[in-house]
């Protein structure tokens, strides 16, 4: 699986918006430069997150975005699915559309595992988790199993 540039700034800047509260909304700008987004490219992405429902937008001096529900009610995979799509894709097709026939048949059952794995990390886990520091235990013990740090 691949995270794109996109879904990491759309992740990084709804944990912007996740962690400033009920401080006001937050400006592009500041959002941009705290994450070292460019400007330009977090706009189109906001603006995506905006249509998706994620977050809103204030006009005017005081504007800015703000999350449009709790920290704790959008999960990673919200933010991933707004801005990307589906979470797993097999050259652009979602796994259930695919068929295989010889011995490639027994792929299709193992990208559907590989999305169910996908789906119940990145949907298991909300922008409240990783703003607070705090991974749910089963994705904390993923990541600190010594291999998964080790590229092979």
Known sequence: ??????????VRAALELASSGDDGPLKAEAIAAAQDIPHKFLESILNDM?????VVSQRGGNGGYRLAKPADAISIADVIRVVEGPLVSVRGVRPPELSYSGPAESLLPLWIALRSNVRQILEGVSLA????????????ALAGA???WVNP
Do not use: F, T
């Open 129 to 140: 988790d990783v703003a607070s520091s705090r991974l749910p235990a089963g994705v904390a």
């Open 1 to 10: 699986m691949r995270i794109s540039a996109r879904a990491d700034y759309a």
């Open 146 to 148: 010594p291999k998964a």
């Open 50 to 54: 905006r249509r998706g429902g994620l």
